[in-house]
Structures are given as structure tokens and as C-alpha cells.
């Protein structure tokens, strides 16, 4: 199982940016996959997830109407739009999947840098 990210970087507060996560050697239809981010000096928070059996979207509270995540089955691809983007957004970015069904995820991206400024 191997996720790869792609996206994020440096953006203006109130911008926009989308983030990527590539899944490989396993049926993307058989996992949830989910994004969290880590801040500096903050422990690790849930950010969005989207099911496998079927596709329901989940945010946490804070991102709601500003985040949304989709997927792309043919390119076996997880999105996240981030919009409105606040300095408090900051933080490293990590997709990751767990077997439907399933508590833990266990198999993680390599993490992205987002980085809003005023």
C-alpha cells in the first residue's frame, strides 16, 4: 500500500489550495481515506475523510464549507480543496487508509507542507 501526496505549499490567507494523494497496490474501492494535518506543537487532527463503500464525506467542524474532499476512482486519486485558507491552517498535511470497516489507518503519505501568511 503506498499513498503519495502532492500539492500544498505557500498561499495567501483567503486563498485557495488543493492537495492530492495518489493511491497504489491496493483496490482503492476497499479503503477509506482520510486527510489530517499536524501543526507545530499541536497533536495530530482529523481533517476530512471519504468512505469506500459509499463515498460519504466527513469534515471536522472547523473546515466545514471551507474543505472539501472528493475522489477519482480511475486515477485512484484523493482530493482536498482547501479554500479560504487561514493562517491557522498551517500545518503538514498527511492523507492516509484504513480498510472499510476498519478503526485504524494504517498506511500514510509522506506528509505536505501548507503554509497560509497575511
Known amino acids: 500500500v503506498q499513498l503519495v501526496q502532492s500539492g500544498g505549499g505557500l498561499v495567501q490567507a483567503g486563498g485557495s489550495l488543493t492537495l492530492s494523494c495518489t493511491a497504489s497496490g491496493f483496490t482503492f474501492d476497499d479503503y477509506d481515506i482520510g486527510w489530517f494535518r499536524e501543526a507545530p506543537g499541536k497533536s495530530r487532527e482529523g481533517v476530512a475523510c471519504i468512505t469506500a463503500s459509499d463515498g460519504s464525506k466527513y469534515y471536522t467542524d472547523s473546515m466545514k464549507g471551507r474543505f472539501t474532499i472528493s475522489s477519482d476512482k480511475a486515477k485512484n486519486t484523493v482530493y482536498l480543496q482547501m479554500n479560504s485558507l487561514k493562517p491557522e491552517d498551517t500545518a503538514v498535511y498527511y492523507c492516509?487508509?484504513?480498510?472499510?470497516?476498519?478503526?485504524?489507518?494504517?498506511?500514510w503519505g509522506q506528509g505536505t507542507q501548507v503554509t497560509v501568511y497575511i
Open positions: 492516509a487508509a484504513k480498510f472499510r470497516g476498519t478503526q485504524d489507518y494504517n498506511s
